[in-house]
Structure formats: C-alpha cells, structure tokens
C-alpha cells in the first residue's frame, strides 16, 4: 500500500513550481521531504492532498487516483496539516479537533464515532485537559498538539504535514514527532516537510530531497543524508556525527559559496 | 445538526422566547393602544391589526431574521467580524433598482418597486460572480463586491441629484432610509418566501464555515468546495438582503451587530452562531420598529435611521471594550 507520484507537473504565473516529480511512499513508515525554501516540498503536499490541481502527471494512493476521489473522501483518505496555523474564531479545543470529523459526519453531525474518534485523537496528543479552552488563549505548543489532533481525528490513512515543528521548543518538537512516529507505526503512512536536519535524520525511515521543484535524492537515511548531497540541497557544509545516545547529530557549519 | 446542538438549544430557545414576546408587544404599541382583547374583534381596532400590524410584525421579524443570518455567514465567510450584508454589494444594487422605479415615477403601482429592487439585486449577484470569476478567491470576491457597491451607491447618488422633480428627491431620499411604514399582507407575501429560500442556501454553508475557521487550506483538506460555498454564500445573501431591502430599503447594521453580540454565547462556531443571529436580529428589528412608533416625534423615525443610531453606540463600547484588553 503506497501513495505514488508520476510525472507532476505544476506551473504557476509561468513559473514552473514542480518539473516532472515521481515518487513512492510507503504505509507505516515515516517519510521526511527536506530541501530549501522555494524548493517545491509545500506545492508537492498541496498536490498530493488535492488542493491544487497539478498541469500533467497522476497522483495514485493505494491504487486509486485521487483526481476521481470526491472530495470529502479524498479527506478521509489523505490528512493535511497546513504549514501555518490559521484559526480565525476563538472556539474552544475541543471545537477544534472535531473539525476533523468534516470528512465523516454526514449532515445530522456527530455520531457515536464520531466522538470516539475525537476522545481518542485528543488522547493521543494529550489535548483531554484542554477540551473546554479557547483556542486563541493556548501557547504555541498547545495549539501545535490541538492542530495535530485535528488532522488525527479525521483518522487519514495518510497524513501529510507541513512544517509541524515551526515554533515550537524543542520538547515540543520531540512530542510532536514521537506522535507522527506512532501515527506510522499503527500502520499509516506519514510524511513530513521539516527544516531540521537532526530533527529529521532522527524520526525519519525515508528521506526524499527537493531541489528547484525536482527530485535531488530519495531513500533510506544513511543513504541519502551524507554531506555531498546535502550541499548541493542546501548549499551548506555539513558535520554529521552521533550523539550520546546514538541518534544522528546533523549540523550545518558553513555556507557553502 | 450542527447548528442544532445542545450548547446552543438554551440561547435559541430564549431568544425565540424573547422574540415571540416582543412580537405580541409590537402588535399592541403605536399611534394608538390596542389591547390584545381587541384583537380578533371586527371594529377599527382589529381592522388596525390585522391589516396593518400584523404584516407590519411578520415583515420586520422575517427582515430581521434575513439581515442577522446574511450577517453571520458573510462574516463566517470572510472571517472577519466586522463584515456586513452590504460588503457582497447586493443591498446597493437592490437599493439602485428600487431607486430607478422611483425616479421614473413607477411607484404608482405598489409592487413594482419591489420587483425593480429585486431585478436589481439579481443583476447584482451576477455582476458579482461575473467579476469574482471562478477561483473562489475571497479577495478578488470582496473586490468585486467593493467595485459593485460602490459604482451601484454612485449611481444612486446620481439618480437623486438627476430627479427630475423635487418630490421625486424626497421620496427616493426617505425611502433609502429604509422603513416599515404602511407594508401590507402584499409585501410580506412577495419578501417573506424569497428571503425563506435564502435563509435555507445560508444555513447549509453552515459546516463549510465551520472548516474555514481552520484556513482554507486545511477546509479544502477535509472536502470543502470553496466555490460550492461562494455560489450558496452569494445566493443566500443575494435572495435575503434583496428581498428585505425590497421590502423596507435600506436598514444598516443588524447585520454587523447581531452576528458580534450573539457569537460569545454560541461558542463562537459560525454554525452555530447562524440561527441565534436570525433570531436575535429578528427581535432587534421588531422592538427596534416598536419603538420608533411610540417615540413622541412629529412625523415617526425612520427605522433605518433608528438603527444607524443604535450602531455608533455599539461600536463605541466594543472599542472601549477592546481597548480594555489590549492595556
């Protein structure tokens, strides 16, 4: 079971954003998009959750193409995190997660499943306390959890998440990535775009790297995060080592000219 | 259903207490007390009722209702608590096509005003989706509703300074004014159904506004069809200002105040602040129209005065309000 990619093309104001991108993720697995900013990694998300409409190529989860998909099935499919946090009421968490149920309830509201559904996703990202606050008065790091709990609510198949970790501390951000990495391991496929190199050497199973909307690398972390091919991403030297506990340690030391 | 929920049934269920009081109220108040044991009798009193309170009730109550929940969605849908009915244009446009009539002299026939005002509200809402295009982009929508109103208030300002008679200025100056006056069964039978309709399309953007609060992106994620919700937005706000605007021109402000006072008490939700918004704009109008009736003044306020009255103040204690929370 996987969600494939072949041949996109995505032009934007004549400015081509994704120049023929192919690829494969896998089910139960976390897969890390990295490249620099303007590389495509959003544009190819946005593809892939079928916000946008790419000019060529076909987008196939689990043998299905999703431009068939209506769209609140395609929703229940496919979970989308979006990169910046946009809430415009001030509705309590509670509210919030079980947005997520859109895709599901039919026009009568929630069910009995519904609910549970929502108990769970908050469970799972320890938003229970939260319930009955109001979104607008939460830290950074407690609207990180509610956004993801709104996604987890939706209980996608495959959850695509775009720059989880922006403004977060780094606690928060070992929280968030624990709660994607089990998300993957109970059998979903996962794929996240990160700027963090450690970040992403450590929770990620694949690596795919963009470079002006094509594909640099893509594969397994030892193969894919090595210093050469980190420089031609991202134009930097890097210093890769291993902490004490035996975790990658990946770390931008120079700009390269 | 959504907008159903039990969190909100007890403010519903008050509301439509307080409306359905108001509303007998409004029956007894005017230029003369009638006390509800004359109501259903056949002399002058019950004539006073029947034919001339009544519809008179119904019509502000429906008008009410049809500005509070346009209110709502446009600002669930541009989420932005300070959008009203007019910012779509089509409370302009409608006020044109009446305006037209009545520079023409075609009043004399009492329903055609209101189907110029109408014609003039549908032509609206085409130019408006003529203009916004296909893309669903709310800037470019708000912009052509920005270009709509304003070119329809111009030429209305046009008409009013071209009329051809000083009676005819007058008459166009007080009927933009927006008032209940002298409606009849008439009316009510040409705006109540239309602005029914309109409060259905309203309603059912009600779960798409819902997912919006999270950003479009995240809604289009979960199926939203954010041009689905711009067609029934525009239809539903269409048919209610149009129809209300028809029936008693221009009244400011319900829209953009009910929705605010009513939002805390929802929860906040754009769903679920829809129905508490009609009805709550339902017993403003209706105590506001009682009201500029018994007030002692040579010729009665109008009511689309009366109500931009009410706005300044409003407005007043939300900024003190806000400046409160800000130091």
Redesign the interface.
Known sequence: MSLAFENISLTLRNRKILNDVSGLFKRGRVTVILGANGAGKSSLL?CL???RQPQTGRIIVDDRSIHEM???????L???L?Q?P???????VK??VG??R??HSG????NAADHEAVAKAMEATDCTGLAER?VLRLSGGELGRV?LG?VLA?EPQWLLADEPLASLDPAHQFDVLDKLKNYAEAGNGVVIVLHDLTQAARCADDIMIMKDGAILAAGSRDDVIVPDIMAQAYGVEVQISTSDNGEPLVVPVRRLR | ??WL?RKTLWLNGLLLIGLIVTMLLSLAVGKVWVAPSAWLGDDLSALIIMELRVPRTILGAAIGAALGMAGATMQGYL?NPLADPGVFGVSASSALGAVTSLYFGFALTAWLLPVFALIGAGIGMALLTLLAGRSGSLILFTLAGVILSSLAGSLTSLMISLAPTPFATTEIVTWLMGALTDRSWDDVKLAVPIIAIGMLFLIATG?SL?????????A??????ILHLQWFAVIGVGLTVGASVAAAGIIGFVGLIVPHLV?PFA????SAVLLPSAIAGALLLVGADSAVRILPSVSELRLGIAMSLLGAPFFMALLFKMRRELN
Do not use: C, F, Q, Y
């Open positions: 946005s959750a079928g916000l209506e769209g609140k099935e395609r929703g229940r496919i979970g989308l979006p910046r946009d809430i415009h009421w001030n509705i309590d509210t919030v947005l997520g859109l895709p026009r009568w509201g929630m109001k956004l709104r939706g | 259903m959504s929920d989420r779960r819902d997912a919006l609060t999270l950003g479009e992106d995240a289009r994620s979960m199926g939203v069809n939002r929860g906040h939700r754009p």
